[in-house]
Structures are given as C-alpha cells and as structure tokens.
C-alpha cells in the first residue's frame, strides 16, 4: 500500500518566500512612498484660470488680457460699509479709505498703487482695488490680513475683502488639511463598518493597510509625473483620489477575502486556498478595474482641464488598487490562513444551506416571484429616474460654492448690495485699436451692460489714453446683473453678439462671467460625447468577460437606469435638503463616470460568480446560487465605498458635498436594489436566453434552465 509523497522540506520552505517577499517589497513602499500622500498639496494648483475649456472664447481673452498688464497680478476688492448701521452713509469716509490702502503701496506681494475708493450710488458704500502677485501660495492669507488691517482703519466703518485673491484664499482654506482630515475620516469610517460587519480583529486591519499602501504608491507614482507636468493636480482630484482608492481597493479586497474564507472551508492547505480565490476572483477583479480606470480615461476627451485632469491620475489609483489586492493581499492571507478570520470560521459556502440566511431569503423570494420582483423595482427607478430633468447643471452661484460662511462670499454680497451687480468681475472685451470706438458704443448699447469703458496706461478702466498692445485694446464692461446669474450670461450672450458684428473689430469676449456661460457650455458638448464612450467601454468588457451579448445590453441599461434615479433624487435633496439651486456643470458628468463605473463593478461581482454557479448546476440554479454567495459581501463593499465617499462632505465645497451625496446613494441604491432584486429577477425570468449566444444561452433541458 502506498503513502501519500509529501514536498521535500527545502520545497515547503522555498514556497513561504514569495509570500515573505511581497510582504516585505509593501512594507518597503508603505514606509519610503507614504508620505507622498501628504505631499500632492506640493504639486498642487487651484488657480481657477486653469478650470477653463482649452478652446473657448473666454480662455483666449485670458490669454490675451496677460498683455495689457505689464506685471500679472490678482485684484482684491476692499469694499467699506458704514459699521454697525449698514444704511447710514459713509461718503465722508473717502479719503480716509483712500489714504488707508494707499499706504500698502510697497508692501510685500503689493503690486503697483491701490485704485482711490470710489462711492457707490447710493453713498452707502465705497470700494477699492488693491492688486497682488498672482502666485503668493502660502502667503496670500497673511498679504490679505494685511490689506485688511490697513483698511479697517478707517473709523466708522467695516472693511471687507472680495475679488479672486479673496476668493482663492478661501478655496485654498477649504482644502487645506485634505490630505490628513479626509484619509482619516474615510479610513476610520472603513475600518468600523468592517469591525461590525465581519467581527475580525485582524482582517479589518489588513483590508486597511492593503488600501493605504495602494494609497502611497498611486500619491508617489502622481507625484512625480506632476512633479514633471505630465499630469495637473488641484484639491478637487486630490480629494477624489484619496477616496477613490481607498474605497476600490478595499471593494477588491473584500471579494477576494471572502472567496478566500470559501476557499479554506474546502481546502486544507492555505497556499492551495490562494491559489483557488486568485483563480476564481482575479478575473472580476480586474474586469472591475478595467471598466472604471477605462472610464476615467475617457474623461481625456473632454475640453474642461480639471475633467482631463481626474482621469490619468484616478486611473493610475485603480491599477494601483488593483496591484495591492492582487499581490499584497494574497501574501498576507497565506501568512495568516484562517487567523485573518478569527474569531469568526470559515463555513462550507459550497454547501445549499450555507451562507448568511438572509439571502438565502432574497434568494428564494427572487426565484418564488422573479417577474414581480423585477417589475416593481424597475418603476420604483422609473418614478425616481422621472425628477432627474429637473436637476440644473447650470452652475452654483458665488455664495453656494462653499458649503459654509467664507469671508469673500459675504464680501461678494455686500459689494453687490451698493455696486452694479457685476462690479468687480467685468466682462473684459479685447479688440483691434483701430476699431475702438464702435466696440465701446456696442458695448455700451448692450441691455444688460452698466458701463464700459477702456483700460488706460495706468492698468484702470477710465479716464486717460487707452493702452494699445500689439495693436489692441481692453474694454472692461461692467454688468446690472450679479456676474454669478442666468441674466449675467444671457448679457455676455448678447455682448458677443454685438461686438461680433462690428466689423474688422475681431473683439472677443472674457472675464468671470464668460469663463462661467462657457464652462457651462463645455460640460454639456462633454456629456454628449464621453456618456456614449463610457457606455461602450463598459460593454466591451461586459461583453468579453460573461461570454454573452445579451446580458452585458441588461446590465449596462439597469446601471444607466439607476444612475437616472440617482439624479432624480439628487435634484429634490438638494434643492429642498441642501437648498442648493443647482449643481456645478462637471457634477452630473463626474456622478455618470463614478456611479456607472463603479456599479457596474458589482453586476460583475455578481454575474461572474453567476455563470460560474450555472455552468454547473444550470442558468435558474445559477442565479439563486451566485446571489446567495456574494449577496453579503456586494453589499458590504457597496456600503464601504458609499461611506468612502461621503467622506467627501467634510470638504466644505458644494463641488464636492454634491459628489459624494451623488456617488454614495446611487451605490446604495445599486447594491440594495439593481444587484440584489432588479438583475437576478430578470435573469431569472428570462432564463438562459439572457446568456445568448454564448454557451448558457445555448443550455436546454430539464435542470439547465
């Protein structure tokens, strides 16, 4: 009678050194690599200049306006009010407000005299220009304390700071800490809904540490190719990356932890259990991967420098996700074996009975009454996916975009309050020389415009010679409405239009309101063309991965489907809960990329794991099999990564709030009712020929279908 062989010794010990390799090569770039992570505010910009479309009219006057001054600067507009009592006059004061800024003159970061103050007509109010360097980075906030302590001097009064400097310094405040505040909130908020989730002590903390050294390695690998212009980094794709990889990489790690607890119920031997989890659950992984780092790319298609800017570095934080679940995470599990899952133990999840009994129940409901599961669900989405048109992607108004109370914002209000409502933001008008006079009399015959006059040698709009550049002039049009408005577009609309028509003028139209109206235009040119290439994307992948044509079409219309819903009640929250009245123009594009991508990422889980069960036991027995495995871990990784991103919200931007509300309830709304009710109700309903034409679709016969 023979006995089993066993390796030799020197083989079982030579098999512990991949594991022990891979371990050690993470911990080496967990240590050298992390502190990139709190370093990508290095390489960093939230110069609002660098938002705008490439080819828009609005992004060539600025290019245009760097002539006109012959030392780049940031305005700051310091508007006076009289203290206490808004209504009483402060005329008196306009001398006194004068002389207050003009002694900054020579100030470091002070750029050239400040403009004298200047009434508002009602006398209720003066306002002053004060210019700075454009690129003070860190010492813009004490260069604006500085211009505000010279001027609430003036007795009497109350001094308040607007225009973009002031505006920059609180978008720089609102991001400021991002790196420490966010990935603290989002990794706390993971490694607590994974305690109470899975009871482990130990695997919780190695999802985490997975997550983060994926984390350091895509913050290096950015950092350096920003480092080198190959990339564009801001707060905004700063903030997303942090999320978007700690929230996929810890989705992955979950679907292969929980293939691997499978795995150890049958096999006795951990590397053997690896071995079988990489097997099963590599596939899915990466196909996940590859529909939203494919889909983040295709962001490069847009004209907006910010959307172009998210796609190569989130799609450098996937690959990254997907490397540390691929080979980090197997290594550790090997180390470990069932000690990663204790105190809990590994059941036989091959066994009919076993796996969590809730879905064993979803499970039997779906198969009991698969037609009116499915019918319920889709126009519970429809009645949702109904309010989606009435979500106004027309841009957030200057006091909506920070979440809280900002100095500027408030400043802004004030200044509107006294001035015309463009006041401090023109429309800025270049033209030929030559044709001064008739651009300024279409400019000035614009309904809609308050003023307008030229920019003289002194840098001012106003009295004195026009300054003349290389043959052109600037034209600074003031505007009635508030530069933030519908009607502040609608005025730029028709200013275009005028001094388009006057000939041999080749006047082109810029400044806040412009690069606002354009932006706007831009987001929607983009909509239309990359909402299709994603679509595509996700297709192709669908397509190859599931073998079928069918199912991948019935898959990527229910992830479209709940992203509609999704926006539909995004509209009524945040206009009756937020009291937003609209949302920045990216958002429902950003929202589109992140939920389609990323929910399409369970239907995956799920389908993968589906036809695997059906090759097996058949296409109904399949589907009940495949929905009852994964069914707890697909909504456990659909809760992380909701959470994930609703850490966003401690950034307070609207930008931002608006994401996270967006990304995290349409998964919510993914995991609970397309994946557990809305697609296994079909594909049981329908049956195999939902598989058609690969090889389920083709099944017939008792016990196959």
Request: aromatic fraction near 6%; glycine fraction near 10%; charge should be neutral.
């Amino acid at each position: 009678m023979s006995t089993p062989s066993h390796p030799p010794r020197s083989a079982r010990r030579a098999r512990w050194l991949v594991p022990v390799l891979l371990l050690l090569v993470w911990l080496v770039v967990g240590g050298a690599l992390g502190p990139y992570a709190g370093r990508l505010g290095e390489v960093a910009t939230n110069d609002q200049a660098s938002f705008l479309p490439r080819s828009a009219e609005s992004t060539r006057v600025v290019e245009a306006q760097k002539a006109f001054q012959q030392d780049e600067t940031l305005p700051v507009i310091v508007v006076w009010t009289a203290d206490g009592d808004g209504d009483a006059a402060v005329t008196a004061h306009q001398q006194a407000a004068t002389r207050s800024v003009a002694g900054l003159e020579g100030d470091p970061g002070i750029v050239g005299p400040a403009s004298p103050a200047l009434p508002s007509d009602d006398g209720r109010a003066l306002q002053a220009v004060v210019q700075v360097e454009p690129d003070l980075g860190e010492r813009l906030p004490d260069v604006l304390a500085d211009i505000g302590d010279a001027a609430g001097q003036v007795p009497g009064t109350r001094a308040q700071l607007a225009g973009p400097a002031a505006s920059q310094a609180d978008l720089s405040d609102a991001f400021a800490g991002i790196d420490g505040l966010l990935l603290a909130v989002a990794l706390i908020t993971v490694l607590v809904i994974l305690l109470l989730v899975y009871r482990s002590v130990l695997l919780p903390l190695v999802i985490i540490l997975s997550a983060v050294f994926a984390l350091a390695l895509a913050c290096a690998v950015v950092y350096a190719l920003a480092d080198r212009d190959v990339v564009r980094v801001d707060g905004q794709v700063q903030g997303i990356l942090s999320i978007l990889v700690i929230g996929a990489a810890t989705d992955y790690a979950l679907l292969l932890t929980a293939r691997f607890r499978e795995e150890l119920a049958r096999h006795p031997d951990r590397f053997g259990a690896v071995r079988a989890a990489l097997r099963d659950s590599w596939g899915a992984v990466v196909a996940s991967a590859a529909t939203v780092a494919l889909g983040l790319l295709a962001l490069l298609l847009s004209d907006l420098t910010n959307n172009r800017a998210l796609g190569p570095v989130g799609a450098i934080g996937i690959v990254c996700s997907v490397l540390s679940t691929l080979t980090f995470l197997p290594a550790v599990l090997v180390l470990l074996g069932r000690v990663a899952y204790w105190p809990a133990k590994p059941v036989r999840t091959g066994d009919p009975e076993a796996g969590h009994r809730l879905w064993h129940r979803v499970a039997a409901l779906v198969d009991r009454a698969p037609r009116r599961i499915w019918a319920v669900s889709l126009a519970a989405l429809l009645a949702c996916a109904a309010f989606a048109p009435t979500l106004s992607s027309k841009g957030v108004p200057l006091d909506e975009i920070f979440v809280n109370d900002t100095p500027s914002v408030a400043a802004q209000q004030t200044l509107a309050e006294h001035f015309p409502g463009g006041s401090g933001n023109p429309a800025v008008v270049i033209a030929e020389a030559g044709r001064l006079d008739p651009v300024l009399r279409a400019a000035r015959d614009t309904p809609g415009v308050a003023s307008a006059a030229p920019v003289t040698a002194s840098g001012r709009p106003g009295g004195g010679t026009p300054l003349v550049v290389d043959g052109r002039v600037r034209i600074d049009a003031t505007l009635q409405a508030p530069a933030d408005s519908d009607a502040a577009k609608s005025t730029v609309v028709r200013l275009r239009e005028a001094v388009h028509d006057v000939p041999g003028a080749d006047a082109l139209v810029g400044g806040y309101t412009a690069q606002q109206y354009d932006t706007q235009e831009t987001a929607g040119a983009d909509r239309t063309l990359i909402v299709p290439v994603v679509l595509a994307i996700i297709l192709v992948i669908l397509i190859l991965l599931l073998r079928s044509l069918l199912m991948p079409l019935l898959l990527v219309a229910t992830v479209g489907l709940n992203f509609l819903a999704t926006l539909g009640i995004s509209s009524l929250v945040f206009t009756h809960v937020f009291g937003f009245s609209g949302t920045d123009a990216s958002v429902p594009l950003y929202g589109f990329v992140f939920l389609v991508a990323l929910g399409v990422d369970y239907n995956i889980f799920l389908m993968s794991r589906v036809r695997e069960e059906a090759l097996r036991h058949g296409v109904r027995e399949g589907t009940l099999r495949g929905l009852t495995a994964t069914g707890g871990v697909i909504t456990s990784a659909g809760v992380v990564l909701a959470a994930t991103f609703a850490a966003l919200g401690v950034i307070p931007l609207a930008f931002l709030l608006q994401i996270a509300f967006i990304v995290a309830f349409g998964v919510l709304l993914d995991t609970l009712v397309v994946r557990s009710l809305l697609v296994p109700a079909l594909a049981r309903d329908i049956g195999a020929v939902a598989w058609w034409p690969g090889r389920l679709g083709r099944r017939t016969g008792t016990g196959q279908v």
